[in-house]
């Protein structure tokens, strides 16, 4: 769990650090440039985009990343690795901002448990992490 956090704190300074400096380099945007960006939504559309608006992109989603990673970090985390997740039945996990699923570490869920053995009947479901 210590390295989850440790791995969350290095990907927010590091985005930190770089929405400091495309913000600097694009320091007199205006809100029509963003909403301009912000609507494009075609291929056609974005491939004629402008380096500047790239720029401005790539800055929006850094920031809409960065949020997204601190409200992780918020998070109670779970690490199922080697073990069954027991959950209500239609229960989804869902792996937060930072991580792929593969690495199994998921938002805790409101209710369930880990066991290293499941029970012989049960009317939850399960994830086998095993």
Known sequence: M???RERLDQQIEELEK?????????????????DEVNSRKTVEELMSMTPRQW??????TNRALLKRLKETKEQELIFPHGRYLMVPQGSKLLSPSGFHCEE???IKPESGCLVDVLPRSSNMGYYDFT
């Open 2 to 4: 210590k390295e989850a």
């Open 18 to 34: 770089e929405i400091t400096i495309g913000a600097s380099m694009l320091d007199d945007v205006t809100r029509e440039e963003e």
């Open 55 to 60: 720029d401005i992109s790539k800055l929006g």
């Open 104 to 106: 199994e570490v998921f």
